[in-house]
C-alpha cells in the first residue's frame, strides 16, 4: 500500500477540499478525523473542469450517523454554492470499516453524491474498487497515511464486483443505445458516448485482467496494446475526446460509424471480460 504525493490534486480541488474540511472542522469539530482521495485525481488522471472529487471520509468513532448527517448537510448545500465545481463524491466510514470492506459495513452511512450528503447503505463509494483504489493508489490529505492501515482486500471479491457491474449496467448501457431513433440512440451520436462507453468497459477488462484500477486514460493505452488494430480508431477517437483535443479526430462528418464501432467495441470488451477468468 503506498500514497503518493498530492501534486496530482488540481487546484480547483484543492479549493473544493479546504472549503468542505474547514466547513465541517466549524460545525463538528474532530468529526473528520482522516481524508482519503481516491478516483481519478488518485490515479493520475484527475482533469480541472470534467473531474469530480471522490473522496472517503472517516469520522471520528464516537460519531454516529445523525451528528455526521447534522454537520455534512448544510455544509455541503453551502459547498455547492461556493465552489460548484468539482462536485464531491465520497462516502463517511469509521476507521474499523477499512479493516472490514464493503461487505463488512453494516447498515447505513453517510454518502456524499453530485454534491448532496445522503444516507443510506447504496452508494458508489462502498464497493471494492474503492478499497482497491485505497490500497494502490489512495493520496493521504489528512490521517493516518494510507500505508499504515490494515486495509481491506479481497481479489475474488473484486473480480466478482466487476462482472456483476458488466452484467447490470454495462450491457443494459449497450442495449439502451440499440435503436438510433430512442433517446439513448440520439445520445450515442456524441461523441461523449464512446469516451465513456469505450474507456469504461476497458477499465473494467484491466482489471479483471490484472486485478488492479486504473484510469480511463490509461486504459486506452492499455487496449491499443491488446486488442487488434481494427478497433483503434475507436480507441484513440475516445481518448482523444476525453483529451478534449480539437486536432486528430477519427470520425470526422461521421457520427453514425463512431457510433457503430463504439457499440460493437462495448459489446466486444463485454464479452471477451465476462469469457475469461483472471489473466493477471
Not at 67 to 96: F, K, S, W, Y
Not at 152 to 161: G, K, N, S, V
Not at 198 to 221: C, E, M
Request: glycine share 12%; charged share 25%.
Amino acid at each position: 500500500m503506498t500514497d503518493h504525493g498530492r501534486d496530482c490534486v488540481f487546484t480547483d480541488a484543492r479549493a473544493v477540499l479546504a472549503a468542505l474540511l474547514g466547513g465541517l472542522d466549524v460545525a463538528a469539530p474532530g468529526l473528520i478525523t482522516d481524508v482519503y482521495i481516491t478516483g481519478s485525481i488518485a490515479l493520475g488522471d484527475g482533469r480541472p473542469g470534467q473531474s469530480d472529487l471522490d473522496v472517503v471520509l472517516v469520522r471520528d468513532v464516537h460519531a454516529d450517523n445523525a451528528a455526521t448527517m447534522a454537520a455534512l448537510e448544510p455544509v455541503m448545500v453551502a459547498l455547492r454554492r461556493t465552489h460548484p465545481r468539482p462536485m464531491v463524491d465520497g462516502i463517511v466510514l469509521g476507521r474499523a470499516d477499512l479493516a472490514a470492506g464493503p461487505d463488512g459495513v453494516v447498515g447505513p452511512r453517510p454518502f456524499l453524491i453530485d454534491g448532496k450528503a445522503h444516507l443510506g447503505e447504496q452508494s458508489s463509494g462502498r464497493n471494492p474498487v474503492t478499497w482497491q483504489t485505497l490500497a494502490q493508489c489512495g493520496i493521504t490529505w489528512r490521517g493516518t497515511p494510507l500505508a499504515g492501515l490494515p486495509l481491506w482486500q479481497d481479489p475474488d471479491a473484486l473480480d466478482a464486483w466487476v462482472r456483476g457491474n458488466l452484467v447490470s449496467y454495462w450491457r443494459p448501457w449497450w442495449a439502451s443505445s440499440d435503436r438510433l431513433f430512442s433517446r439513448m440512440g440520439i445520445v450515442s451520436l456524441h461523441p461523449w458516448f464512446s469516451e465513456w462507453g469505450v474507456l469504461g468497459v476497458t477499465r473494467l477488462h484491466y482489471t479483471l485482467v490484472t486485478g488492479k484500477i486504473t484510469s480511463k486514460h490509461a486504459a486506452g493505452s492499455y487496449a491499443l496494446e491488446t486488442f487488434p488494430d481494427r478497433w483503434h480508431r475507436i480507441l484513440r477517437e475516445a481518448m482523444r475526446y476525453r483529451e478534449r483535443r480539437r486536432e486528430g479526430a477519427m470520425y470526422r462528418g461521421d457520427p453514425v460509424g463512431r457510433r457503430r464501432d463504439a457499440r460493437d467495441y462495448v459489446a466486444m470488451v463485454i464479452a471477451d471480460a465476462l469469457g475469461n477468468g483472471r489473466r493477471g
